[in-house]
């Protein structure tokens, strides 16, 4: 298994454009997490899904984010408007039920909005 | 609510002295803690958890209820230990997993 598979690995943008992170989660796993790493506040949980279903979108940080889990082995993070403040690593981290907590993460993918 | 602290953004030692990564807690039930790794150019990955009371590559964290920590400890740092560690917290029943900030670890030669 190739582990979760994010893409892109790095995307520079300006201010206004739409962005989009997608996950591969790893086959079998049926939670997804979406964390945002940064200098200031490390790494923040955005939202996760269990079974392909939003269960906790309390990080999003406002309304220009939004999350989707069309299918078991697909997920995408949305920014749209981006803006400068978002620039960061976004990671995808997924791992199966019953384990007793440990992720399994992506690459990231590393965004600049200028 | 959840929280996890680590107080230090940066710790840097010289290659043999003892290190000692600090991690403290807020949370009012019965949590699961984690110390994860990032080695440059490497996923992020779990180094350890308190529930299996091992070491790992020389490091071990105890965690005390008492006073809400899970600090990660070495007696000898090697250079190959300098990355980035985070805590992270886990609730009994729940499935996400909240982390601190991090702290980057430098073993100088």
């Known amino acids: 298994d190739a582990g979760v598979i994010q893409s892109p690995r790095h995307e520079v943008t300006e201010m206004g454009q739409e962005v989009t992170l997608r996950c591969k989660p790893i086959?079998?796993?049926?939670?997804l997490f979406w964390y945002r790493q940064t200098m200031m506040r490390g790494l923040e949980l955005l939202i996760y899904?269990?079974?392909?279903?939003?269960?906790?979108d309390s990080g999003m940080p406002e309304d220009r984010f939004s999350a989707k889990m069309p299918n078991a082995s697909f997920s995408t993070l949305k920014i749209q408007p981006s803006e400068p403040r978002d620039s960061a690593v976004y990671f995808c981290?997924?791992?199966?039920?019953?384990?007793?907590?440990?992720?399994?993460f992506g690459e990231g993918s590393r965004l600049t909005v200028l | 609510a959840q929280r996890v602290t680590q107080p230090e953004k940066l710790l840097s030692v010289f290659k043999g002295a003892p290190v000692e990564l600090k991690c403290n807690y807020s949370?009012?039930?019965?949590?699961?803690l984690f110390w994860y790794v990032q080695y440059s150019r490497q996923r992020l990955q779990l180094l350890l958890r308190?529930?299996s009371r091992e070491s790992i590559k020389g490091f071990t964290a105890d965690l005390n209820k008492g006073e809400t920590s899970f600090h990660l400890k070495k007696p000898f740092a090697q250079e190959e230990d300098s990355a980035m560690y985070y805590c992270a917290l886990k609730r009994n029943q729940g499935g996400k997993l909240i982390f601190g900030q991090g702290t980057e670890l430098s073993v100088k030669p």
């Open positions: 981290a997924s791992r199966p039920t019953g384990n007793t907590g440990e992720l399994f």
């Open positions: 086959s079998g796993h049926d939670y």
């Open positions: 899904f269990n079974n392909n279903v939003p269960i906790d």
């Open positions: 308190h529930i």
């Open positions: 949370y009012s039930g019965s949590p699961e």
